[in-house]
C-alpha cells in the first residue's frame, strides 16, 4: 500500500464573471513510505494548490486522497486532527511563516502543545533534540526568528514540522526564497533527515536543478494537470513530454553537452480560459493537428515509441498508449 495515494484530486475557483479557474485537475499520483516525489512546473501551474489541497489545508474540489488506506475526503476537519500529527509542511518564506512575537523553542514545541504531547519538561527536551537535528546551536530556542538568517529560519521551519514525527512532509518552493549557497544547504539538510527519519516528502518547485537533486521520483505539471511522471533519472536523462524537454533544456547540467535550449513562446495561459485539446498546444513546438482538440490522457506509452526500459507515463500525442 502506498502512504498517500491521489485519485482524480482537483481543485477549482470561482474566477472573474462567473469563470471557474481549474487549479488542479484530475490528478493521481502515488507516494511511498520514505520516497520523494518532485512536483515541477512554472509558477501558477498548480503545484501549491496540489500540495494543500492533499493536506485538507485548502478544500480540494474533487477526488479521492487516501492517506494508509483511509480517504482523508471522508474526515471532518475535527476527525482530520489526528492525522495532521502525519502530515507536515513547510513554506517558501521563512520570514513569514514564523510569529515574530514568539520565541524559537516556542514556535517549535508549539505542534507538541497543540497536540498534547508530553510534560513540559519533555517537550523541552524535544525542541533542544530537534535544534540539534536540523543543526541550530542550544541556546537558538530562547531567541526570536528576526535574529537569524533565512536560512537559519528554514532550519526553524524544518525542525517545527518535524517536530510530531509526520510521514509525509510537503516541501512547498522551500528553498526558493534563499541564496543559492544556502539553497543547497537546506536541500543538503533534508535530504540528510529524510534518509535518517525514512521520511516521505512531496517536494515541489518550479526548478528543475533543485527537485531533481532530492527527487526519486518527478512530476511535471502544466496547466492543473501532470503531463510527465517517472523515476528522476528517466525523467532527467530521457524527458518525453516537450514540456518536460522545455524545462530541462534551460538548465545546464555536467556531463551533458548543452543543447540547443528550447525556448517556450507565450506566457502560461490563463486557467480559467485553458486552451482545448492539449493544454500546452499553445506553446508546443511539435504542435500537430489532434493537439488542437483531443486531451492526450496520462499513460504509459507504447514500447516501440520510447527507449527501452522506459516506465515514466507521459501525456502527449507523440506517444500513443500502451
Ligand atoms: Fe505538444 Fe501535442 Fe504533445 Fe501537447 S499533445 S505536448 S501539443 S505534441
Ligand atoms: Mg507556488
Redesign the pocket.
Known amino acids: 500500500m502506498s502512504l498517500l495515494e491521489l485519485r482524480h484530486l482537483s481543485k477549482t475557483y470561482p474566477g472573474q464573471n462567473g469563470a471557474v479557474v481549474q487549479a488542479v485537475s484530475d490528478v493521481s499520483l502515488t507516494i511511498e513510505p520514505g520516497e520523494v516525489l518532485g512536483v515541477v512546473g512554472e509558477s501558477g501551474c498548480g503545484k501549491s494548490t496540489l500540495g494543500r489541497s492533499l493536506l485538507r489545508l485548502i478544500e480540494p474540489s474533487g477526488g479521492e486522497i487516501l492517506f494508509e488506506g483511509e480517504d482523508l475526503m471522508g474526515l471532518s476537519q475535527r476527525a482530520m486532527k489526528p492525522r495532521r500529527r502525519d502530515l507536515q509542511i513547510i513554506f517558501q518564506d521563512p520570514f513569514g511563516s514564523l510569529n515574530p512575537r514568539h520565541t524559537v523553542g516556542g514556535i517549535i514545541g508549539e505542534p507538541l502543545v497543540v497536540h498534547g504531547v508530553g510534560t513540559r519538561e519533555e517537550r523541552a527536551a524535544r525542541v533542544a533534540e530537534l535544534l540539534k537535528l536540523v543543526g541550530l546551536p542550544e541556546d537558538a530556542g530562547k531567541r526570536y526568528p528576526h535574529e537569524f538568517s533565512g536560512g537559519q529560519r528554514q532550519r526553524i521551519a524544518i525542525a517545527r514540522a518535524l517536530a510530531l514525527n509526520p510521514k509525509l512532509l510537503v516541501a512547498d518552493e522551500a528553498v526558493s526564497a534563499l541564496d543559492v549557497s544556502i539553497q543547497s544547504q537546506i536541500i543538503n539538510l533534508i535530504a540528510d533527515l529524510q534518509k535518517r527519519l525514512n521520511l516521505s516528502i512531496l517536494f515541489i518547485s518550479h526548478d528543475l536543478s533543485v527537485i531533481r537533486h532530492v527527487s526519486d521520483r518527478i512530476a511535471v505539471m502544466y496547466l492543473g494537470r501532470i503531463v510527465e511522471v517517472g523515476p528522476a533519472e528517466e525523467i532527467m536523462d530521457a524527458p518525453k513530454?516537450?514540456?518536460t524537454q522545455a524545462l530541462l533544456s534551460a538548465i545546464p547540467r555536467p556531463g551533458v553537452e548543452r543543447k540547443q535550449r528550447i525556448v517556450l513562446q507565450g506566457e502560461l495561459p490563463d486557467p480559467a480560459n485553458p486552451p482545448s485539446g492539449?493544454a500546452?498546444?499553445t506553446r508546443?513546438p511539435?504542435?500537430?493537428d489532434i493537439?488542437h482538440s483531443v486531451r492526450?490522457e496520462l499513460a504509459r506509452p507504447q514500447a516501440s515509441a520510447v527507449e527501452a526500459g522506459s516506465v515514466s507515463a507521459v501525456a502527449?500525442?507523440?506517444y500513443p498508449a500502451a
Open positions: 513530454h516537450p514540456y492539449c500546452f498546444h508546443c511539435k504542435v500537430m493537439c492526450p502527449c500525442h507523440l
